[in-house]
Each structure stands twice: as C-alpha cells, then as structure tokens.
C-alpha cells in the first residue's frame, strides 16, 4: 500500500473512532430515556397538494446539485419543515437506486440532525428506508444509512434490522452492512445480538460479527462468549457506555500514535524523493503538486520546502513561475497553519503578485497570529510592487487600504502590531507618491504613537518606534526633509532615555539628519552605558571626526570593554589619514611617551605608522620620514616580516650620509636578507662590500654571518646559506675572507659528525 493511501486510510480510521465516541456521548445523555417518546407533531390540515416554489427549489437542488454540501443543506432545509411534501421527498430520495449523491445527502442530513435534537416530523417514517438501504452494493451509501439508523432509539430499530439479519432471501452484503448498523449502535443489547452472531453459519457472517466486536474491545470464543453475555447483562446502561467510552479513547490514541509514525515515514519519503532530483523545473512542479496536497501536513510539508529553498544561498529560480497561483490560493484556505505558513512564505517572494489574495484574506481572517503575518506580507508586497521595475501594478485602492490598515496596527496596545504598523508606514513613506498632507497624517501617527509609550517601564516597543522613526531619516527617504525637522528634538530627547533600544535610535536618527552635527551633540554621550551606543559614536567619530577627538579616542584604546578597542583606533586611522604631517608628528611621539595612555600592539603602530609616512613623503617631512622608517624597520623585525626590513633599511642606507650610518645599516641589512631568506641578495650584497676591501674577523658584516650560522632559525639549513657564501668569487685578493669561509665549512661540518 502506498504511504499517501496508507496515511489516508489511519487518518480515516481516528476519524471514526471520534464519530463513535461522540454517539457514545450523546449515547449517555439519552440514556434512560423512553423510546416511545416522541416529537410534537404539526397540524396537518392545510398542507397543500402541490409544491410550493421554495419546495421545488429544495428538490431540484436535492437531485440535481453540482456540489455535496448544497444538497445536504436542501436536505436539511426539509427534514426540519413542517411540510409534509418535503418529508415525502427525502423519503422518495432514500428509496431511489439510481441517484446515489441524494441518497447520501438525505442520510447525512440526518446524522447531522442528531445531536442537534430539533424535532423531526414523523420521524420513524425514515426508520425502514434507511433500512432497505442496507441490501446495497455502494459501501458509502450503506455506511451512512447505519450512521443515520443512531437517530433513533436502539429499540426502534431493533425488531425490522433483524429482519434483515435474518432473512435468507437478501444478499450476504446486506447482512454485512447491518452488522456494521449494530456494531455503531450505543446500546449493550446491540453488543450481546454482536455475540450471538460469532457463532452464525454464514462464515462470512461470523466473521463479520467477531471482527466488529474486536473493534469494540470485545474478544469472544467458547467460554469467553457466556461470560460476556452475562457480564453486559449485568452492567446498567451508564456502566456499559462509559467503559466502551474508555476503550474507545484508548483505541484513538494507539491510532494517532501509529498515525504519527506513518506521517513521519511518508514525510521522510518526500523528503527523499524531492532531495534527489536534481532537475529545478521537476522540483518545483512536485512542489506545487504536493502544495494542493488534501492533506494538511503534506501541504506544510511543501511549504516548508518552498522556505528552505527561498532563504538558501542558491534558490531555485523555477519556483516562482510555478508556484505563484498555487501559494495565492492556499493564503485563503481552510487550515489556520497552512494560512499562516504560506503567509510568512510569501513575504519572502514579494515578487509574487499577492497584494490583492493578501488583502480580502485579511478583512476576514480570525486569528491574530495569521492577521499579522498576512499585514506584513501585504507590506512588503505593496513595498516591491511601488518600487522601480517591479512589472507587478497595484491599484490604488489598494494602497490606500493598507495605509488604513497600517494605522489600525499602530494603534493598537499589542506591541507587536502597533511595531508591523510603524514598520509598514516607515516602508510606505520613504518610497514617496504621497500628497504632502498624507506625509504630515502619518508622520504626525508615529510621533504621537512615540509619544504614548514615553512614560512606559519596558521601552522595547519605544525603541521601534524610534527606529521606524530614525530610518525616515535616513538619506533614502523621500520624506526626509520633513520627518528631520518633526523628529530631532525627540531623537536629543532620547538619548537620555533609560532603555538602551531607545538611545540607539536616538543616534542614528541623529546621524541620518546631519553627521557632523550629530558628533557635537554625541560627545557628551562617549561613556554612554550601552556599548552598542558607545560603538556607533566611535564610528562616527572615524567618519566625521576631527582632531580633538583623538584624545578621547585614545583613550578606549586597550578597553576591555567589548568592540570599543579595536573600533577606536580604527576612527583614529580615519581621522589620521586626514590630518597634516604635524598632527601625526605630534601623535608619534605621543604613542613613544612612557605615560601614554594608549598602549599599541605592534600591528597597531605600523599601520598608524604607514599613514604618516605617507603623509611625511607628500609634505617633504625628510627628518620626520628617516624617524618613521627607522621605526617601521625595528616594528617588522619584531614580526618577522624580514622582507620589510630590507625594504625600509635599504632606503635608510642609501640615504645615509655618514659612513659610520651606512656600515651599520648594511650590517642590519645584510642579516634581513639571511633571515628573510634571500640568500642571493646576501650574497650580493658581500660581494659588493668585498670590492671594497677584504673582509677581517671583527668586520660587522663577518660577524653577522657568524652569529646566523652559529644559530640559525628554526628550520632553517645553514649549508644552503655557506653554499652560496663560497660561490663569492672576489676580483681581487681577500685572504681573510676566504679563510673565514673556511672556518665556517670546518664549523658545519663538525657540527654534523657531532649531530
């Protein structure tokens, strides 16, 4: 059996059980009651012969309905009329062969009029046709005359079914179906007639009964069936209910347990079936296939699919084409979480034209958490149609609606609505197009909402506002200019208030209208108590900052307090790179001084040291510029980055002047390029000195060498280094160098037998 049929067919079966544990409910409130008890009935004189017109209508729509729940309800409209005729057309109904979809519609009308308990005319006159219904081959049409058979009393029904489970002359199958009719029967004596039949020479029967009763709980064999029999008999009605009651909920909770399981492996085979296929378009339409699905968690299933895939990092292109119609019609379905779901997916795809499907589910749906997600699908769906080359058009009727809607949710004490409302105005407004009274109405709307909140203890909903506030603001709003000039005195206002959501908005309406003036007013505030506040000062401070505010900067350098260090200095760098060489002059000796504050990192003083020198090369600063890469050669030896160093001490010794400076610069040189390594320019840069003259031990070029060799870097083999050392060919004769080239073969080489 297929998972879907399977799924189906659980499902089915604990629908059942709740039908039977409603009769049994209903079973013990009659319980006692008498079965000659009957109806008041209407006075008959007067009825008229023909049909009225309304009748004709009922009948026509009876025989001739296009759908099921139209033909139940003309059903109804005559069960419960006083008119006689309209009896004998649901009578007429019951007895005929050929119209099924009547048939039905008579029998579910009176399953449904039971626990109404409005009075029927005539009642019992149903009793035999619903009877001779039995004898079908339809199991539909059999299943719901038994059901319609609980209308009545047990023992009104008692004497005529078994006649039909009796008599020899009915087919197999009409026995069959009254023993189902006994099986939903609420009543002991149907059980007890249930157990006589276990033993009935029609195999199928027997069958039949002893199954029905193992469905009631009910196990009977040789000694087992007496025993039965006489425990029924000796429980009054109430007992009998409420154990068949008891058993019943626990056979509904196996059946949802087991109900559970199937869904979970069907889901699981969804899941690989769709995992596996490679091809989008074929993905999508199983999608939109299982989208339509009739079962409620295969369409949450597919949804959530569609979700997964529409906030990944590569969603699937296909879907939207595909999928547009199915997801508009499943926003006005019947399942609340369905509604939901597909709400919440669809304003993620506000490339869907939903506006209109969003907007009539809206004006009519119950419940709160579906309204809200629908207004903030119906937001941003109108937000992506307004904006440019959207190909999708909204009337203007309809965003005239959702600003009404938009107030309404503002207005409201939930915090959670009145923050979508502000949210949905905030987006509406800064995309223009509105009159400038329309502007001033709601700007006006989320001021005075703003203002509501003021003296309230939790400021969450205050800082949303605020936000929805600050980003009309902000340079993409079309409504800048006036919702600047209405908001600024409540943004300075804010920055004293005590939520810290508050403060945020505080400072960033503030930055939206003017950045540096934003920074004169935010001074005062740089030890704010929120980090996050403090933070966006800072930065601000590295936007528009000047050199004042290096001094209050410097001092966050080193904080402990989380993301202000390293946000400090970077404001320090943007204000650097715009300062003159004196500033950063200054600001070096300052980092040099013992008592300073600001305690770099290595990193730190190269990267602020870099902008000096630039800075020093463009106004000529040549004293300043020999101090920064002297600086910069000693900070790159303390990383290791050698390359750098000879970078920067190559400069320095070119522009070095005394002899002394150069020599001991090239000594510094010479020992970068070993342990950068760049052997060949070590190599080079002896060879140059040895044309120079010859090379004695004491020399600072042998004594470099030296201590490399005799204590090289980890990793590093000193060979490889010596190799190139004795490939030195001098021009002319350098004894003393060639012996110390000697010294140090013999050196290495005593150290690998000793190794």
Known sequence: MRYGVLFRVIRMSTKRLYLLILLLMVGCQQAGVSAGRSASLPNEKGIKAELSKQLKIYESTLFEGKSEQIRIDAATEMLFSEDTAAREILLSALRQTENSAARMAVCKALIQARPEQKPINKKGDFIQPLLDILPTKIATEAELAAEGLLLFQYEQISEPLEKVLTNPSLPVNARLNAIYALKLQPYKQAVIRLIKLVNDPEKQVAEAAEQALNSLGITVGMDAEILTVN???????DEFLRDR????????????????????RYLSALDEVYSGSKDAAAKAKFLAKHLNNSEVTVRLWALDKVYQDRVSSTPNLKLPAVLESVLVNLISGQDRDVRLKTAKLLALMVELNSAQHLLEQLKIEQYDEVRIELFVALGRACQYAFSANSGIKVSPEIRKQLLGWSEKFLLEQDPKKAQKGADVIKKRLEQGGLASEEVGKYLGLLQGRYQQEKDESDGMLRGQLLTAMAGLCAQRSVCRAESSKLFKSLFEQALNDEADSVREAAVDGLVYIDKTKALDILRGFINDNNPLVRKKIIELAGEVGRGEDLVWLSGKIGSTAEGESGPAWQAMLEIFKGSDATVLNEWIAKFDSTSAKAKLSVEQRISFLDVAEGKAVRENKLKMLKNIREKLADLYKKTGAFEQVAKYLGILQ????????????????LDAYLRWPNVEAAAKLVDNSLLEKDLEPNNVIVRVIDNYLREPPAGVDPNETLKALTKINPKSKRPKWLMQVKLWISHLRQLKKVG
């Open 231 to 237: 425990i029924l008999q000796s429980q009054d009605t």
């Open 245 to 264: 009651l008891i058993w019943l909920e626990r056979q509904m909770n196996k059946l949802e347990d087991k109900l559970d399981l199937r869904e979970e």
């Open 654 to 669: 070119a522009e070095a002047k005394e002899a002394e400076d150069r020599e001991k610069i090239l000594a510094e040189l």
